[in-house]
């Protein structure tokens, strides 16, 4: 059964530890993550972006096909089916379809606009019992047409949004979606530090996990971050995997064509690197 990742959130920040959230694109990516969340014994949330979800034929398809899986597998540990950078529009689709978390990004709205949509979301989400991530300050890079220059959250405007109600906040702390440039300036731990203090026990987001080198995952766990979002180095991997068995020519061996074998490797790929994922957030054994 889906759970809201408010609890485990909650949890995971008052444990110092945080809780990772995997993109899904298809059924083999969330079979993996499942898996090994199950195997690491570690509360998961798997994130569907609204560009996977048309994808994967719509969130209805996808609640479907987890509810499924998490049954059919014998799956233990906490799960929460969250809708990742959704749109107003997106959020009210994935209520519907049964997600038991959403993600409202209004950041690119003035913050009066974010706030006003922020608190309809929350009275809906109470009622359903789904837990609600806001964010302030834009993420780096870009996210389903959103493009953000990664402009660091205004603490003030962090307090405003938590006030209303929400489960959970992402805030801008120069993070940056997809790959980090090598003149990245790194994280501005003085921005996470002021918004903490402005947030109380409000457990903190992460966007953008992929390539921030590990002392400043850590150090952002111990400023309060709690979740942490992670997709392109699960897709870095899974290509890495896939295109070195077909250079060496295991699809033409037998019936290495067929999609099962084909996948294998890349699947393998992604178990072992949401594996690390967990170690490294702590989340290991807090099912």
């Not at 444990?15 to 990772?20: K, Q, S």
């Not at 994130?47 to 799956?75: H, L, P, Q």
């Not at 942490?228 to 995997?241: D, G, R, S, Y």
């Amino acid at each position: 059964m889906l759970v809201s990742a408010a609890e485990m959130l909650k949890k995971a920040k008052a444990g110092h530890y945080a809780v990772g959230h995997f993109n899904i694109n298809n059924l083999e990516w969330t079979k993996c993550i499942l898996q090994a969340a199950e195997e690491m014994k570690s509360p998961v949330i798997l994130g569907v972006s609204e560009g996977a979800g048309k994808y994967m034929t719509g969130f209805k398809t996808i609640t479907a096909m987890v509810d499924a899986m998490v049954e059919e597998m014998g799956i233990t540990v906490p799960v929460a089916l969250h809708l990742d950078h959704g749109s107003y529009e997106g959020c009210k689709k994935c209520i519907e379809a049964g997600f038991s978390s959403i993600m409202f990004d209004g950041s690119h709205y003035p913050i009066e606009e974010n706030i006003a949509k922020t608190k309809e979301l929350v009275a809906i989400c109470k009622e359903k019992g789904m837990s609600l991530e806001a964010e302030v300050g834009a993420i780096g890079g870009e996210e389903d047409g959103v493009i953000g220059k990664g402009e660091c959250a205004d603490p003030e405007e962090c307090k405003m949004i938590a006030d209303l109600g929400i489960d959970f906040l992402a805030a801008g702390i120069g993070n940056i979606h997809g790959k980090y440039p090598e003149n990245w300036e790194g994280l501005s731990f003085e921005t996470l530090d002021a918004i903490q203090q402005k947030t109380g026990d409000m457990p903190l987001v992460l966007h953008g996990g992929t390539g921030i080198p590990d002392d400043m995952i850590k150090k952002a766990i111990s400023l309060g971050v709690a979740k942490i979002n992670v997709n392109t180095e699960c897709q870095i991997v899974f290509a890495e995997a896939t295109r070195k068995y077909i250079e060496e020519g295991k699809d033409l061996e037998g019936k290495g064509f067929d999609p099962r074998k084909l996948l294998k490797p890349g699947c393998d790929a992604i178990i072992d690197k949401v594996k690390e994922k967990i170690e490294l957030f702590g989340s290991a054994g807090k099912a």
